[in-house]
């Protein structure tokens, strides 16, 4: 049994019919407690398979339920966990799809519901389809979010990784790392990293937490501020060396860029926004590391790090009134969704 909610033996059985004994996977789910589920294979070889199916459960309310169109509101992510790069999209393709109707009024019968979907992931988020790439997946509606499915895109025979190349990519990779976010002041859209309520919401181990204003009056210069603590180990291409005489490119202040990642969602119509930052590790290495002695293939060392940011002065988040949800990603650590409601200073005025 592989041990997914749908209850399929092994990975084949999402390429077959995976929703062919739908009544009893919803019966099951009817048991459980309200929640977002997901399943998905582990495993998809490459070139013989060119989707990734994925079933995501939703356990509601009626009145949870009522108005909520998950196809809309939810949305699938991916997370490469080498990189952090995050690709998300809706559940449902809602090209040429109106909106739904007014639900009218809730339902006066009490009790809990339950449905599944079934979404091509590869399709709805557009990952990147490489050989050897690994990603966990997760389905996300509103303040929910679903557990994490590990995938990985298994080379098949009759595919060749040129290791050259691969070298290569990790050359750039290094490269880029190098470049981080600005830091700075709030007001001026920085990185705050000396923030004493970011650096409380750090784990004691490897793992991250995210906290954000919940509601937030849109008056002029006012900040919608995510707070976010993490600690995990460097990742080799995440890692800078210290800075040498003459080399006046890299900063002695900085030890690493860790790239962390946002997911950002809507309560009626999800339309996922991916946002990207890359945040400076300026603790420097411990004093009894040596870094030139770090095998450059390894992951090390654990590092804390936290800052604090204005959502409103990142380009891509949304400026519209309305609640939003703030999803958090770096490598294999997430954190949230947390809810940030943008109530327009308009509509407190009395009548």
């Known amino acids: 049994?592989?041990?997914?909610?749908?209850?399929?033996?092994?990975?084949?059985?999402?390429?077959?019919?995976?929703?062919?004994?739908?009544?009893?996977?919803?019966?099951?789910?009817?048991?459980?407690?309200?929640?977002?589920?997901?399943?998905?294979?582990?495993?998809?070889?490459?070139?013989?398979?060119?989707?990734?199916?994925?079933?995501?459960?939703?356990?509601?309310?009626?009145?949870?339920?009522?108005?909520?169109?998950?196809?809309?509101?939810?949305?699938?992510?991916?997370?490469?966990?080498?990189?952090?790069?995050?690709?998300?999209?809706?559940?449902?393709?809602?090209?040429?799809?109106?909106?739904?109707?007014?639900?009218?009024?809730?339902?006066?019968?009490?009790?809990?519901?339950?449905?599944?979907?079934?979404?091509?992931?590869?399709?709805?988020?557009?990952?990147?389809?490489?050989?050897?790439?690994?990603?966990?997946?997760?389905?996300?509606?509103?303040?929910?979010?679903?557990?994490?499915?590990?995938?990985?895109?298994?080379?098949?025979?009759?595919?060749?990784?040129?290791?050259?190349?691969?070298?290569?990519?990790?050359?750039?990779?290094?490269?880029?790392?190098?470049?981080?976010?600005?830091?700075?002041?709030?007001?001026?859209?920085?990185?705050d990293l000396g923030d004493p309520a970011a650096k409380a919401l750090v784990p004691e181990r490897p793992g991250l937490a995210a906290r954000a204003e919940r509601v937030v009056v849109m008056d002029p210069g006012a900040p919608a501020v995510l707070r976010v603590g993490l600690r995990a180990a460097l990742r080799p291409w995440e890692r800078a060396r210290p800075a040498r005489p003459g080399d006046p490119d890299l900063d002695a202040r900085v030890s690493g860029v860790v790239p962390v990642t946002l997911l950002v969602t809507g309560a009626l119509d999800a339309a996922p926004r991916v946002l990207a930052l890359r945040v400076p590790v300026e603790d420097p290495l411990p004093h009894d590391l040596d870094a030139d002695a770090l095998d450059p293939d390894a992951d090390g060392p654990e590092v804390a790090l936290a800052f604090a940011l204005d959502l409103l002065r990142l380009d891509g988040f949304p400026r519209a009134p309305g609640t939003y949800y703030v999803s958090v990603f770096s490598g294999e650590h997430m954190a949230g969704p947390a809810p940030v409601a943008l109530v327009s200073p308009l509509s407190l005025r009395a009548p």
Do not use: I
């Open 1 to 191: 049994m592989k041990g997914g909610f749908l209850g399929l033996k092994d990975d084949e059985g999402f390429w077959r019919r995976p929703l062919a004994r739908q009544d009893r996977v919803l019966d099951r789910l009817l048991d459980r407690r309200p929640g977002l589920l997901l399943d998905a294979p582990c495993e998809v070889e490459l070139p013989l398979r060119q989707s990734l199916p994925a079933v995501v459960g939703l356990v509601a309310t009626y009145e949870q339920l009522h108005g909520l169109d998950p196809g809309r509101a939810g949305a699938l992510a991916a997370v490469n966990v080498e990189t952090s790069e995050v690709w998300a999209g809706t559940l449902e393709d809602l090209d040429g799809v109106e909106p739904p109707d007014d639900p009218g009024p809730p339902p006066a019968t009490k009790g809990t519901g339950a449905l599944v979907l079934l979404a091509c992931a590869r399709a709805r988020t557009g990952l990147a389809w490489t050989p050897g790439a690994s990603y966990l997946l997760s389905a996300h509606l509103r303040e929910r979010a679903s557990n994490r499915v590990p995938v990985r895109l298994v080379p098949g025979p009759q595919v060749y990784v040129d290791p050259a190349a691969r070298a290569l990519v990790l050359a750039r990779r290094r490269a880029h790392a190098l470049r981080h976010s600005p830091v700075g002041p709030l007001a001026e859209g920085g990185l």
